[in-house]
């Protein structure tokens, strides 16, 4: 396996196997993340339940979920510098908030170290935290599993809202879902992406219709489709 000198120290000790998802399996457990893993498995399964329901191609949709977050076995205090010996284009936000520039990093490592060449799939890896304006269908999928699958503490109803949204097929309204969750938070985030602005301006022109005040229909329980 050919890799560029930053990553080399992160496959060190790593046993790989040319299968994807073992890879990923081993190298997430190798680094100890444990709780990335736990998080992959669960995007992995709704990235392809969600490309099922939206036509979306279900192979790229599985292979952006595994990669997606690779990055978080770099340390937070290196992600800054291992982009920038890599040349990732990074802008001031991320210099204010580098934890960002994980999903750009994820990209790249997925390239650099899994040797992932398709361009779909690096593209919905490189903006899976933050969207972006022009988004194609693969990036909506693994955007909006990414958020629905987050185990977080308290009650977040914006992942239910977003659960109803996609059982009604409607994609960019979970993603707005989320987008204006976003938006009524900003002045208690330390940043909002660009990419995140740009991309709700997008939709928002699309769909004017205000979903912050939206009726939401019932949630119908979900099976869980198991792909690791």
Known sequence: ????????????????????????????KYHNEHETLDHTINVVNEAVRIAQ???VNETFALQAALLHDVSNVV??????????????DIIEVELRFPRIIHQKLSK?????????TDIAILNAIECH???????SPLDKVLFVADKISWELPGEHPYQEKMRQKLEVFDLDGAILVYLNHVWGQRDKLKVVHPWLIEARQELLAAHPVNILHERLPTDKRRQPLLYL
């Open 1 to 28: 396996m050919s890799v560029v000198y930053e990553y080399q120290r992160f496959i060190n000790g790593v046993v790989f196997s040319g299968e994807l998802r073992k890879d990923v399996q081993a190298f997430l």
């Open 129 to 135: 935290t933050t969207l972006k304006a022009g988004a």
């Open 108 to 116: 790249d490592m997925a390239m650099g170290i899994f040797g992932c």
């Open 75 to 88: 340390p937070k205090d290196r992600m800054m510098s291992i982009a920038e010996a890599q040349s990732i």
């Open 53 to 55: 329901l939206f036509g």
